[in-house]
């Protein structure tokens, strides 16, 4: 038995899945770290912990760190590989958006192929990143920023631009407006800039995966957004890494 392995090193967390056959037997999520070598051999590591040693793995790697992985067969994509996790968790036709550390991607699936997508990767506004660096500058956690943006008041916050937002938010602070209100208006401001982002496809469904996938708040306001409802699951953040274990042939794999 050869196990398919996915390998998904982003900017700010790693995430690994283990297929046996087309059944999910495993996932792995951790912080990258200063260094996606030093994450690759953490997960080498963590497979053989695990129970799965590397002779008995096909493993594909993607992500940011997709290249610093060198026992991978291949590396793909995170395009292609968020496509074909979606399409493996929710279905083959849709429209994605993969809120990431360091970029945002919205992917339209047509037959679980990717049929167009775009992506932000210029600013980290509107990615997991801002809401890191927001919630840290407010003193708060990410889950409590989430708690608090619930009983907020509409704030505007309106740069483009995380420094600038940044600024606001001190500014905010200095005025003495409510942390409630300041979170509301951190968490409508990552929805409200993926909304360009994402492909308008009549009838379609939606999807987020990511690290944001159990932001429920996030979801809420995100679909607000886009005039529709966005569907996820916790599984979700282990999309990418699912979609790179899928491009591994399952005959190869027995």
């Not at 997960?43 to 590397?54: K, T, Y």
């Not at 968790?89 to 970029?103: A, E, R």
């Not at 800039?193 to 159990?214: D, I, N, Q």
Request: hydrophobic share 45%.
């Amino acid at each position: 038995m050869t196990y398919r392995v996915g390998v998904d090193i982003g900017s700010t967390a790693a995430k690994v899945v283990v297929l046996d056959g087309d059944e999910l037997v495993f996932t792995l999520l951790e912080p990258t770290g200063y260094s996606s070598v030093d994450a690759a051999e953490r997960i080498e590591a963590a497979l053989v912990q695990a129970g799965f040693p590397l002779e008995e793995c096909d493993v594909v790697a993607t992500g940011y760190g997709r290249v610093s992985v060198p026992y991978a067969r291949k590396a793909v994509t995170e395009i292609t590989c968020h496509g074909r996790g979606a399409a493996f968790l929710f279905g083959p036709d849709g429209v994605v958006v993969d809120i990431g550390g360091q970029d945002t991607k919205a992917i339209v699936l047509e037959r679980g192929r990717v049929a167009k997508f775009n992506m932000n990767d210029k600013c980290s506004a509107g990615t997991g990143k801002f809401l890191e660096i927001m919630a840290n500058r407010m003193g708060v956690t990410q889950v409590q920023l989430e708690q608090l943006a619930r009983r907020g008041h509409p704030t505007q916050i309106s740069s483009m631009c995380t420094v600038f937002a940044e600024s606001e938010v001190i500014s905010l602070i200095g005025a003495g407006t409510p942390r409630e209100d300041i979170a509301w208006g951190v968490i409508e401001s990552v929805a409200a800039k993926v909304r360009p982002l994402v492909p308008s496809v009549a009838g379609a469904r939606h999807f987020l995966t990511g690290g944001l996938c159990e932001n429920d708040y996030l979801v809420e306001r995100l679909s607000a957004q886009l005039d529709a409802k966005v569907e996820t699951c916790p599984q979700a953040r282990f999309a990418g890494a699912i979609g790179a274990a899928l491009s591994v042939p399952l005959a190869s794999a027995e």
